[in-house]
Nanobody, 124 residues
Framework: QARLVESGGGLVQAGASLRLSCATSGRAFTNSAMGWFRQAPGKERELVGAMLGGEDRAHMGDSVKDRFAVSRDDPRNTVYLQMNNLKHEETAVYFC?????????????????WGQGTQVTVSS
């Protein structure tokens, strides 16, 4: 059974950096899209960024593309989200997700595997 486990969240001040990790197990995601979503209180879950299997380039959302980056280490079965210059309004639960196919879509319901989420709180 596939399992995704996030770590690295916490409380930081605005302008700080954090790196989230997502360790996968139970199946290989080498040829699958993997990404990070976030959900703030009272808001919909949104795609932050994602990578296709076998591709070096991350696809990032417009609001974060100059500050955040997704990377993946397939031999270690781990996906990362590097977040720099965090803003207070980016306080949210951050989720790691994977698809059963190698395409990226923004609709959360079309992603097949999810972690439990990790809280990121950015103080102003």
């Amino acid at each position: 059974q596939a399992r995704l486990v996030e770590s690295g969240g916490g409380l930081v001040q605005a302008g700080a950096s954090l790196r989230l990790s997502c360790a996968t197990s139970g199946r290989a995601f080498t040829n699958s899209a993997m990404g990070w979503f976030r959900q703030a209180p009272g808001k919909e879950r949104e795609l932050v960024g994602a990578m296709l299997g076998g591709e070096d380039r991350a696809h990032m959302g417009d609001s974060v593309k100059d500050r955040f980056a997704v990377s993946r280490d397939d031999p270690r079965n781990t996906v990362y989200l590097q977040m720099n210059n965090l803003k207070h309004e980016e306080t949210a639960v951050y989720f790691c997700a994977a698809r059963g196919r190698d395409t990226i879509v923004i609709t959360p319901a079309l992603w097949d595997f999810w972690g439990q989420g990790t809280q990121v709180t950015v103080s102003s």
